[in-house]
């Protein structure tokens, strides 16, 4: 199944709760919630007292993206939040075996990232103990960049890896400048969660969009 996460990112912060009721009333089945601590990245956005909030407004799966360094120290605050799926980023400072365990032990799913410039093998240790990979398709930090088309042989290689150890159920999801046209690429390398933040919320009408989106991943 075709996922679309749209980053709240990239909405109107005032209307946090509304957006979210647009979103899925739109048909997206997910909500990307970036979470950036000033210091991993350049920008500091939201903290779990946001996602509890909004969490209680909330129908859809809660898919958080911590682009923090120490997400070790902060998973149970974002898990007591309500955050469903919780992402850290392998380059973060926190240790990558205890991170998932952590996430698994507050009842949550845990996922593990990439940036560009990190090699697809760096999360092979990792793949049996994670319920999704994030394939960053632009630099953490800033939502509406640019695609980055040469990440597409890393979601390949993670894809055939997963395939190729029988984790057929792995979400590998692309995060990053994800529109009506870059989408196509990324499902057929094999990505099936797509975050999509300004694409969706510049768009007149997010229902249209989304289905738009859904069918051009449907590969
Ligand atoms: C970037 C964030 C993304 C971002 C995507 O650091 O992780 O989730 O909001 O936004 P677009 O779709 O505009 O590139
Ligand atoms: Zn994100």
């Known amino acids: ?44 956005t939201i903290g779990a007292p946001v996602v509890k909030s909004l969490k209680k407004e909330m129908n859809s799966v809660a898919d958080v993206h911590l682009m923090i360094s120490d997400p070790l120290k902060y998973a149970e605050d974002f898990a007591k939040a309500g955050a469903d799926f919780i992402t850290f980023h392998v380059e973060s400072d926190s240790d990558p075996v ?18 560009p410039k990190t090699p697809a093998e760096t999360i092979f240790p990792y793949l049996e103990m994670v319920d999704m990979v994030l394939v960053m398709t632009v630099e953490p930090g800033f939502g509406g960049q640019s695609f980055m088309a040469d990440m597409m042989p890393k979601v390949k290689t993670i894809r055939e890896e997963c395939e190729r150890r029988g984790l057929h159920d792995m979400y590998i999801e692309v995060d990053g400048g994800i529109d009506t046209n870059t989408i196509s690429v990324a499902a057929e390398a094999g990505a099936n969660a797509f975050v999509s933040g300004s694409a969706i919320f510049k768009a007149p009408d997010a229902k249209v969009i989304i289905s738009e989106l859904k069918e051009k991943a449907s590969v």
Do not use: Y
Request: aromatic share 4%; proline share 5%; net charge negative.
């Open 1 to 44: 199944m075709v996922i679309i996460s749209p980053s709240l990112l990239s909405c109107d912060f005032a209307k946090m709760g509304e957006e979210v009721k647009r979103m899925e009333d739109a048909g997206a089945q997910w909500m990307h919630i970036d979470v950036m601590d000033g210091h991993f990245v350049p920008n500091i």
């Open 98 to 115: 205890e991170t998932i365990n952590k996430i698994r032990e507050l009842g949550c799913k845990p996922s593990i990232s990439i940036k």
